[in-house]
Each structure stands twice: as C-alpha cells, then as structure tokens.
C-alpha cells in the first residue's frame, strides 16, 4: 500500500512540506543503513489524539544511537514536543509516527563518526499491518531459512535501519513460499521474531515468548501485552522456545506497534486455526488500551 501523504515532515527542527523532506543521494545511512528509528502509533480517544508511550519509544531510539555512538542534537523532551507538533500539524488523530536519526551527507567511508547526525519525525495515516482480514482471522507464517542477526553481528537491542536486511530477506523469503510473514531463529536455532514483530504463543493457558536474549527487539508493545496478560492472571513465559514447540501451539500471535497484535493461524502447514479464546481477549484489551477505555493503563497515554 503506497504512502498516504500529509503536509508536513518534521525535519531538523522545522515543519518542511510533504514533498520538500528530501535527502542528498550521497547521504551515509542510505549507503551503510547508519540510520536508527522508532514506529510509534497514535490512536484516537475520547481525550483526542494520544500517543501510544510515547517517551519510552524516543528514549529506545536515544539507546538504539548510544550503541551505534551517534549523537542525536535533540532530548528525548524536544522530539516528544516535536511529535505532538507534527500530529498537530497535520491534523491527524490516528497515524503511524516514524522518527529516523540517521548519518547524513558530508562525508563517505566506513568511519561515521564525522558524518552529521541528521533527524527527521514523519506521521501519517497506517492501516492494518498484515491487513484487515489477518487481524480478525490470523496469518500464515513461515519458520525462515534466514536466521536473525546475532548478538555479535549486529546488537538487536539497537533498531537501526542497517539491521532491517536481514528482516527483509525473511520477509520476501516468507512471501515467495505463498505465507504472510516470516519467524526467524535466533543464532542457537531456538526462535527469535518475526522480521518486524515479537513472537508470542500459548499451550495449555501459559503464554510463552523468546526471551531478550534470543536476538529480539526488546518490542513496547510486546512489554505492555506481558503487563496485560499477568494483569489477567495467565502466568508469561520468557523461555526460549523450539521450532517443535511452535507446531503444537494452541494460539500465537505477532505483537509490535505496525502489527498491532496479529494472530497467526498457521505455522508452516501446521494449523493452529481461528484465533482462540485467550488471543482474542488479549487482542479486545489491548485496543481498548491504546484507545483509552482502560484507566489502568493510562499511563501509557501521551494526549497530543
Ligand atoms: N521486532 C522487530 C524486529 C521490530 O522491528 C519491531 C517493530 C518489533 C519487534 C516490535 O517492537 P514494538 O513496536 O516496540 O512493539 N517494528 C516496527 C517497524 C515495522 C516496519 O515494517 O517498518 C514497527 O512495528 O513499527
């Protein structure tokens, strides 16, 4: 689905137009992928517009930069200001917000630490993930013949741009064989994430998931859903889990904050089936959660 456009892109301390949030051709991070970003989702409430934790996803892409030892010229403070500017600016009540901090034009070669840190804050109006009918129904995924990067190629912690082509040779892998998304394996075989989303499953009323070490992008929405899910009294798991274990899955599901929480159907021909019972409350509560119905959480709310 093609970009649905607005009027203004934050970009480097101002609001450019649309069509004017342009880059040189020369730029490092499109040459290297030394670039790091964040997804944040803003949802409409009764309140008005609020930003789904907001902080804690500027504050990820801070550490995200630290690990690459790039210096981002703006405080956790000014991007979140900027991002409520931006919405404003645009008028939108419900978007996908893509903040970028990335290695910009001036200098080429591998050594980036004199190459300028540019910034950018881009908003706009982005649908289901895996599409309407997976949301409601599940997804076909795939056990990926391209493993996740390990911790000594590249440091899953960070979600830098350079990261993303591994995701992405998953990704067309999972496409080409007739499925919808991809589940990678970590280095040791044990099971990772999907190439943009955190892999969660459940067997006999235990929610299961891959631990921080299994090379997985420590997801908010994947933190949050863990805070629902003991909240509702299931006992979570953060367990490295085997290929072997996802085929006897009663109910899985991808969470992040492009995926919402998208439930997974089937697991390379192995038929898990119409989202079940506890996968569906976690799905209603989480909407509700996100879109201010539930005082518990409020918390998580950044009202523009
Ligand atoms: N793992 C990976 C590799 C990942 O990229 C994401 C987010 C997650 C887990 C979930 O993290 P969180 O959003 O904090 O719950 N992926 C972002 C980019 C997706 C894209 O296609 O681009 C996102 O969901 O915004």
Not at 207 to 236: C, F
Not at 266 to 293: A, H
Request: aromatic residues 10%.
């Amino acid at each position: 689905m093609p970009i649905q456009k607005v009027d203004k892109i934050w970009m480097n301390g101002r609001l450019v137009d649309w069509k004017d949030a342009k880059i040189h051709v020369l730029t490092h991070a499109l040459h290297y992928g030394s670039g790091v970003f964040e997804g944040i989702r803003c949802y409409n409430t009764d309140r008005g517009p609020a930003v789904f934790r907001l902080r804690e996803h500027l504050k990820r892409m801070e550490n995200s930069a630290k690990i690459y030892k790039m210096g981002i010229p703006y405080s956790v403070e000014e991007l979140r200001k900027a991002t409520k500017d931006l919405i404003k600016a645009n008028n939108l009540s419900e978007c996908y917000i893509r903040p970028i901090a990335y290695r910009g034009y001036g200098e080429m070669g591998l050594n980036p630490m004199q190459a300028e840190v540019d910034v950018a804050i881009a908003a706009w109006p982005w649908g289901t993930y895996l599409g309407e009918d997976g949301l409601k129904n599940g997804i076909k995924a795939k056990i990926s013949s391209i493993h996740r990067i390990s911790p000594n190629t590249l440091p899953s912690e960070a979600k830098a741009s350079g990261q993303y082509i591994n995701s992405i040779l998953a990704k067309i892998e999972a496409l080409d064989a007739g499925y919808d998304e991809a589940v990678m394996l970590d280095h040791r075989g044990f099971v990772s994430e999907g190439p943009g989303e955190n892999f969660f499953m459940i067997r006999d009323g235990i929610v299961y998931t891959p631990p921080e070490h299994a090379s997985i992008l420590a997801g908010i929405t994947r933190n949050s859903i863990i805070k629902i899910v003991r909240d509702m009294g299931y006992q979570v798991r953060e367990t490295d889990l085997t290929r072997g274990m996802l085929y006897l899955a009663d109910e899985a599901f991808f969470t992040g904050t492009a995926a919402e929480l998208t439930p997974i159907s089937e697991i390379d021909g192995r038929e898990i089936g119409k989202p079940g019972p506890i996968t569906k409350k976690l799905q209603d509560r989480f909407f509700d959660t996100v879109r201010g119905r539930v005082r518990e959480y409020e918390d998580w709310l950044d009202y523009v």
